[in-house]
């Protein structure tokens, strides 16, 4: 049973951190990109972060660039959004995503609420 599933949502106050985990279950993270999308209120599902199998390439979105990072740990087939001086903005559902070839796979989703 392929299964992701994901922790680390919650309400955080401007300027502070969280961090997201998605564990995989039912297969291997070895072979696979990993993407991290938010979906906000009223708003289209964004591309948010990504990384490729090898983690020799990543890339951001422009809003959370230099704020996010991206990182896998293959042997514990955990994957990984370290977020970092959150904004308002940033309030949304985010999502873990594995993806090989015609294969695509999404955790349930976690809110994460940035909020004075």
């Known amino acids: 049973q392929l299964q992701l599933v994901e922790s680390g949502g919650g309400l955080v106050q401007p300027g502070g951190s969280l961090r997201l985990s998605c564990a995989a279950s039912g297969f291997t993270l070895d072979y696979y990109a990993i993407s991290w999308f938010r979906q906000a209120p009223g708003k289209e599902r964004e591309g948010v972060s990504c990384i490729s199998s090898s983690s020799t390439s990543t890339n951001y979105a422009d809003s959370v660039k230099g704020r996010f990072t991206i990182s896998r740990n293959n042997a514990k087939n955990m994957m990984y959004l370290q977020m970092n001086t959150l904004k308002p903005e940033d309030t949304a559902v985010y999502y873990c995503?594995?993806?090989?070839?015609?294969?695509?796979?999404w955790g349930q989703g976690t809110l994460v609420t940035v909020s004075s």
């Open positions: 995503n594995v993806h090989r070839g015609t294969l695509d796979a």
